[in-house]
């Protein structure tokens, strides 16, 4: 049993900063290692597609939507089966519900069709 469990999201304002966390755990991330995962972030608004933020491919490859640029890092501990992501200078536009995901091959893909792994989601609401 494959499951992610993502952590951190709030309500805060303007300009703040939130880091969320996600955990991966089960017999594959186990067997197969972590590090050999492509992670990623992705987030959803209602009415509206679920959206790539950010990944991690494991080989040192990390892409970014163009509107966190800046603003938003992805990292990972591969050690404790952990992925993060850092967000700073946080705007209304990020509202959203944030998805942890992940694939097992170090070849991102900005598409949820593309991951296999999927976390329950953390809700992210910043005021203005």
């Known amino acids: 049993q494959v499951q992610l469990v993502e952590s951190g999201g709030g309500l805060v304002q303007a300009g703040a900063s939130l880091r969320l966390s996600c955990v991966a755990s089960?017999?594959?991330?186990?067997?197969?290692?972590?590090?050999?995962?492509?992670m990623a972030w992705f987030r959803q608004v209602p009415g509206k597609e679920r959206e790539f933020v950010a990944g991690d491919a494991g080989n040192g490859f990390l892409h970014y939507e163009d509107s966190v640029k800046g603003r938003f890092t992805i990292s990972r501990e591969n050690a404790k089966n952990m992925v993060y992501l850092q967000m700073n200078n946080l705007k209304p536009e990020d509202t959203a519900q944030y998805y942890c995901?992940?694939?097992?091959?170090?070849?991102?893909?900005?598409?949820?069709?593309?991951?296999?792994?999927w976390g329950q989601g953390t809700q992210v609401t910043v005021s203005s």
């Open positions: 089960g017999r594959t991330f186990s067997e197969y290692g972590f590090s050999n995962y492509g």
């Open positions: 995901a992940g694939r097992s091959n170090q070849y991102l893909s900005t598409s949820p069709s593309m991951y296999e792994y």
